[in-house]
């Protein structure tokens, strides 16, 4: 497995991958839904190129970019057993040179929940994405479902900008009790560990309610919300239940699909999650 840091070194690297080219970005300290990730590129491409870069300009002024969790050597070597063929490590200097001054907006995907809470995040996301995309020239790229407004302003980015690549959203990886896997659960002390999984009893008692026969989008809306109420550390940001390409949200009854989400602090660690209704 090579490593890279510079963009020269990066295209020198890639001109020699046979294709197809898969690309699973992440901003490190990986987890078994990157691993996923990784797995899915390797099965489906005959070359698989990582990134591990934390993005500063998606992290607003009050978020957590300084003490993101970051382990690189223990990274690298979870990929290299993973197969991966190329790993791109980017400084903030690679990816924003002075003078940096172009930014990816994605509009009205952008704007509801995660972009409602974290002005500029997403802002940041497209325009990161982009570059990596320009650079590595990959011809699939893997992501995870757990973001999924992520997805959703990725897959519109691509579309309207025309890039020539596949996009693949692949599950969301749970612990045994449902978490969803995340770097920022290491924040998480043992009390709130345990409560942390009222996001996915949430989303689980929605998904009960419809399949029992609720088409009801704020009916489901609230019994997500009185699921979280009833746990002491959890403070809910957003429940949503909204069109999973347009996250817009849903009034009345739901169509053949529909994207439940939300956003819950867990003491002062912030988590997501998400499950789509109908597939």
């Known amino acids: 497995m090579d490593t890279v840091i510079t963009l020269q070194e990066l295209r020198a690297a890639r001109a020699k991958l046979p294709p197809l080219v898969g690309l699973v970005p992440t901003m490190g300290y990986l987890h078994e839904g990157h691993l996923s990730l990784a797995r899915a590129a390797r099965r489906e491409c005959a070359s698989v190129v990582a990134s591990i870069f934390v993005n500063p300009t998606q992290f607003g002024p009050k978020e957590d970019l300084a003490s993101y969790p970051r382990d690189l050597p223990r990274d690298l070597r979870l990929l290299e057993a993973e197969g991966v063929d190329l790993v791109w490590v980017p400084t903030p200097e690679v990816m924003y040179p002075v003078g940096y001054q172009t930014w990816v907006t994605v509009d009205d995907v952008s704007r509801p929940l995660e972009g409602a809470m ?20 990959p011809d699939r790229a893997y992501f995870g479902q757990k973001d999924a407004q992520q997805a959703a302003v990725i897959r519109q980015m691509v579309r309207d900008l025309n890039f020539k690549l596949d996009i693949v959203v692949c599950p969301i990886v749970r612990e045994g009790d449902g978490l969803a896997m995340s770097s920022r659960n290491v924040y998480l002390n043992t009390a709130e560990r345990q409560a942390a999984t009222v996001l996915f009893r949430a989303l689980t008692a929605a998904q009960s309610a419809y399949q029992a026969g609720e088409r009801d989008a704020g009916e489901l809306r609230q019994t997500m919300e009185v699921t979280i109420s009833a746990e002491p550390l959890a403070r809910q940001q957003y429940v949503s239940c909204a069109d999973p390409e347009t996250l817009q949200e849903l009034e009345g009854a739901i169509p053949d699909r529909a994207l439940l989400s939300m956003a819950v602090y867990v003491g002062s660690t912030r988590l997501i999650d998400n499950l789509i209704l109908g597939d």
């Open 118 to 137: 974290r002005p500029g995040h997403f802002r940041g996301v497209a325009t990161v994405v982009a570059i990596l995309f320009n650079a590595v020239q």
